[in-house]
């Protein structure tokens, strides 16, 4: 127990109960990268995206936001009541299963390209490819994150 400045004791869970059920919950805290500039993604917000999202609710666009998965290949070890101690085959080294996916803002329509090896310039513009065989006959646009592979000669 603990003597506050009002002279009040308050148990640890007294206090946790009180916070609860003033809507508060333990959350794990995020963080905002160091260069992330705030007045400009709500420049980009304002002037660039909510106009696309208007056009594509409305039939006239198309857009896309485009992000990489990638998914490791082990098993999730836990606990097993037995005699002895048990051991699972897994893959050696870091064997992944990558997926280059495109999500259709408007109907969430989900476009991917899937690999094992690693997703490079090759894997956006067969992603790229995908796209353009959808016969899509309004402008398109993709919402791309910061990655290497799409600021290459062979995507541009």
Not at 35 to 64: C, M, T
Not at 72 to 82: D, E, N, S
Not at 108 to 132: G, K, M, R
Request: aromatic residues 10%; charged residues 25%.
């Amino acid at each position: 127990m603990k003597l506050w400045l009002t002279g009040i004791k308050r148990s640890e869970n007294r206090v946790r109960e009180f916070l609860k059920s003033i809507g508060m919950a333990p959350r794990k805290m995020g963080m905002i990268p160091a260069k992330a500039d705030p007045e400009k993604q709500e420049s980009f917000i304002k002037e660039e995206l909510e106009p696309r999202f208007e056009e594509a609710r409305g039939g006239q666009r198309v857009v896309f936001f485009v992000d990489a998965a990638h998914f490791v290949l082990a098993p999730f070890l836990g606990i097993l009541w037995c005699f002895t101690r048990l051991f699972i085959k897994a893959p050696a080294g870091r064997k992944r299963f990558n997926v280059l996916g495109a999500l259709n803002a408007v109907t969430h329509e989900l476009v991917t390209v899937t690999n094992d090896t690693y997703i490079n310039a090759q894997s956006f513009c067969d992603l790229l490819w995908c796209i353009s065989r959808l016969d899509i006959k309004v402008p398109i646009t993709l919402i791309l994150d910061n990655a290497r592979y799409q600021k290459c000669k062979i995507v541009w």
